[in-house]
């Protein structure tokens, strides 16, 4: 089987999940190597996503690290053996890879909570404002880059919508709300938008007011994503280098508190969804 040239975030956190229990079964890749009639260096590969693994392999080498863990080996199996191409693929050397990562990542995602501060969810922008926030972000981009970004993130909401929702909570900071990326009409738009997505039940949003006290998360903004099980959930965060894919225990911990807090510091969702009906009639 030839190698990827470039391996997705999920093929990758397989590969991670793999060496994961590789090591804590105290092994190196050279002793693993023999069981699949392999090199240490294709093991290697192996981890770092660049090469597929069957399911027969994934099981066998499961057994060898004493994972009793069924539920886990079975969702080890559904990630190497899943062969979905969604919508996504025709961006592939249209768009940067993170832009397929993301929307690869939601896809299979059993659950999405997000927290914004200063921009509106993509999940839930509308046209008109996701071409403000990309056109102000990437000034000078042309319309043959622009285009297929906003259209990128309209398809992403595919989500919320069909046979196959995802349940997705958003906290979303009164900031986020307020800040005019275009105009008046564009902003007023984006504000119904968000309450028809709330009405259809697609989307659970939560404001935190500005005069909410003892709020410190001003600088926070999140998408977690539930795996089939919590040791497989993956957070994005904005990073100075891009987009970050956070997987480490620890880290998802942290976040899922640090979620939690930022939580209890938000509205309801009625008082919420009408906090948002009050600041569109303002519009």
């Known amino acids: 089987?030839?190698?990827?040239?470039?391996?997705?975030?999920?093929?990758?956190?397989?590969?991670?999940?793999?060496?994961?229990?590789?090591?804590?079964?105290?092994?190196?890749?050279?002793?693993?190597?023999?069981?699949?009639?392999?090199?240490?260096?294709?093991?290697?590969?192996?981890?770092?996503?660049?090469?597929?693994?069957?399911?027969?392999?994934?099981?066998?080498?499961?057994?060898?690290?004493?994972?009793?863990?069924?539920?886990?080996?079975?969702?080890?199996?559904?990630?190497?053996?899943?062969?979905?191409?969604?919508?996504?693929?025709?961006?592939?050397?249209v768009l940067p890879p993170v832009f397929q990562d993301t929307a690869e990542t939601e896809h299979h995602a059993t659950f999405l909570r997000e927290t914004v501060v200063t921009h509106v969810p993509g999940l839930l922008q509308t046209v008109d404002y996701a071409r403000a926030v990309y056109a102000y972000v990437h000034p000078g981009l042309p319309e043959s880059e622009l285009a297929p970004r906003v259209e990128h993130r309209m398809k992403r909401r595919s989500v919320l919508v069909g046979e196959r929702v995802t349940p997705y909570e958003t906290l979303i900071h009164e900031c986020a709300l307020r800040v005019r990326v275009a105009d008046r009409d564009v902003s007023r738009a984006q504000l119904q938008e968000i309450l028809d997505q709330i009405e259809r039940g697609h989307a659970t949003v939560r404001v935190i007011p500005f005069d909410r006290d003892g709020f410190g998360g001003a600088g926070i903004s999140m998408m977690y994503a539930g795996g089939p099980m919590?040791?497989?959930?993956?957070?994005?965060?904005?990073?100075?280098?891009?987009?970050?894919?956070?997987?480490?225990?620890?880290?998802?911990?942290?976040?899922?508190?640090?979620f939690s807090r930022m939580q209890r510091a938000s509205l309801a969702p009625t008082a919420s969804r009408n906090f948002i009906h009050r600041l569109a009639k303002e519009l």
């Open 1 to 93: 089987m030839p190698l990827r040239s470039h391996a997705t975030k999920r093929q990758v956190r397989l590969g991670t999940e793999l060496r994961r229990l590789r090591e804590a079964a105290g092994l190196k890749a050279r002793e693993v190597a023999g069981l699949l009639n392999s090199t240490s260096t294709q093991i290697s590969q192996m981890e770092l996503g660049f090469a597929g693994v069957s399911e027969e392999r994934v099981r066998r080498l499961a057994a060898h690290y004493a994972c009793t863990d069924e539920a886990y080996v079975d969702a080890l199996v559904a990630m190497a053996t899943d062969r979905t191409r969604g919508w996504w693929e025709e961006y592939r050397g």
């Open 230 to 258: 919590p040791q497989l959930d993956t957070c994005l965060r904005d990073a100075p280098t891009g987009v970050a894919f956070i997987d480490a225990d620890a880290q998802l911990q942290q976040l899922r508190t640090l």
